[in-house]
């Protein structure tokens, strides 16, 4: 079983930079793919980021060049970077995991931009 925490979110103005991490109970090495999704009210969850055991990364388009997905082995976390944010960024931002066969979120933490 595998614990994802997520931190980092916050209120920010339009052009500023955020840092989200992704705390795991687990080694990340041993994680098959770690996923930055993001959701807001009313809406379908939507893939952000992801980055897999080998360290190959993958991008929504609308974030390809301002986002950063990177992983800490020292310390079982993996980062979200986040720069020249805009407010249609504003989501709940939740790390998911494929672990063993078997799929596993954290409770997310909310990312505001706004002026």
């Known amino acids: 079983q595998v614990q994802l925490v997520e931190s980092g979110g916050g209120l920010v103005q339009p052009g500023g930079s955020l840092r989200l991490s992704c705390a795991a109970s687990v080694s990340i090495s041993s994680i098959n793919i770690i996923n930055w999704f993001r959701q807001t009210p009313g809406k379908q969850r939507e893939f952000v980021a992801l980055?897999?055991?080998?360290?190959?990364?993958n991008y929504r388009p609308s974030v390809e060049g301002r986002f950063t997905i990177s992983g800490d082995t020292a310390n079982n976390a993996i980062y979200l970077d986040m720069h020249s944010l805009k407010p249609e960024d504003t989501a709940l931002y939740s790390c998911?995991?494929?672990?063993?066969?078997?799929?596993?979120w954290g409770q997310g933490t909310q990312v505001t931009v706004s002026s």
């Open positions: 998911n995991a494929w672990y063993q066969q078997k799929n596993y």
């Open positions: 980055i897999n055991s080998r360290g190959d990364t």
